[in-house]
Structures are given as structure tokens and as C-alpha cells.
């Protein structure tokens, strides 16, 4: 059985799902035995986290611009890993941790 995807609900989680990005991006994911590979942690899975959580936890009015903001970092910390430039990528990981850290829920 397939469980539906992670939401990070917190600023907390969020940062958690972050520092997964930022320790396991681009191909050194903690691998669970008992996990069917599609199930397994990768780069595009918790890319998929980071913007869940963002549209979440930043749901108000108010975030419209930061929550922009974040996506797009998101999305070229993800084009940086996928193209193996693995030190911008973790560049663009402390802008993504400092905009959540910054920005009240």
C-alpha cells in the first residue's frame, strides 16, 4: 500500500524536509530496507515536500510573494543538482533555509 504524500505542516518540518534536501541531494538519500524503491526518498520526492510544505505552511494572503519566492528557489536548487553542480545546489539550500527561517507563519 502506497502512503499518500508528506506535508510538512510546521516551519519546523519544513526545515526538516530541508535539511534532507540539503544532506541527501543529489543521490545520497537514506535508503529504508523495508521500502519498495518507489517508496525510497530521492531528489525529486522531497523537492515534491519542500513545495507541499511552502504552499502550507505559508498559505496566507500575506506570503504570496515569499512563497514565489521560495518556489523559484526551490526549483533552481533542483536544476542545479540535477545538472551535478552539487555546490551552487547547496548554495541555494542556505537561501531556502533563510527565507523560512525569516518568514512568519
Same mark, same amino acid.
Given at each position: 500500500?502506497?502512503?499518500?504524500?508528506? @506535508?510538512?505542516? @510546521?516551519?519546523?518540518? $519544513? $526545515?526538516?524536509?530541508? !535539511? @534532507? %534536501? /540539503?544532506?541527501g541531494a543529489p543521490d545520497g538519500f /537514506?535508503? %529504508?530496507?523495508? %521500502?519498495?524503491?518507489?517508496?525510497?526518498?530521492?531528489l525529486e520526492s522531497v523537492v515534491a515536500? $519542500?513545495?507541499?510544505?511552502?504552499?502550507?505552511? /505559508?498559505?496566507?494572503?500575506?506570503? +504570496?510573494?515569499?512563497? +514565489?519566492? %521560495?518556489? !523559484?528557489?526551490?526549483?533552481? @536548487?533542483? !536544476?542545479? /543538482?540535477? !545538472?551535478?553542480?552539487?555546490?551552487?545546489?547547496?548554495?541555494?539550500?542556505?537561501?531556502?533555509?533563510? $527565507?523560512i527561517s525569516q518568514t512568519r507563519p
Open positions: 500500500m502506497i502512503m499518500p504524500p508528506y @506535508t510538512p505542516e @510546521t516551519k519546523g518540518q $519544513l $526545515l526538516e524536509v530541508h !535539511a @534532507t %534536501l /540539503f544532506l /537514506f535508503e %529504508l530496507p523495508n %521500502l519498495p524503491p518507489e517508496e525510497q526518498e530521492n515536500e $519542500l513545495h507541499r510544505g511552502v504552499d502550507h505552511v /505559508f498559505r496566507k494572503e500575506r506570503h +504570496a510573494d515569499m512563497r +514565489a519566492q %521560495l518556489h !523559484a528557489v526551490i526549483d533552481e @536548487t533542483y !536544476a542545479q /543538482f540535477k !545538472a551535478g553542480n552539487v555546490h551552487e545546489g547547496r548554495m541555494l539550500c542556505h537561501k531556502i533555509e533563510d $527565507l
